[in-house]
């Protein structure tokens, strides 16, 4: 009888384990020393643009020298 069990409960646990859902996991370029490899694009990451002082809709305030250099380069 606790051999049947034992099948059974096997039986069940193989079948349950097939069952959930696998999420695609996201593979990422490391280095031996577990750095991200800048070779590949997504370790890229774009240098922060320097942000001058903004206006109260959102849209950069011309009078600040910090915002009249982006807009002439």
């Not at 039986?11 to 996201?26: D, E, H, I």
């Not at 750095?35 to 997504?42: C, L, Q, S």
């Amino acid at each position: 009888m606790k051999k049947i069990f034992a099948l059974v409960f096997a039986v069940m646990m193989l079948s349950l384990n097939g069952l959930q859902a696998q999420t695609p996991t996201k593979t990422t370029h490391v280095t031996k020393s577990g750095a991200p490899d800048k070779r590949y694009k997504e370790n890229k990451t774009a240098p922060a643009a320097e942000k001058g002082p903004l206006k109260k809709d959102g849209t950069p305030d011309k009078r600040y020298k910090a915002n009249k250099e982006k807009a002439a380069k």
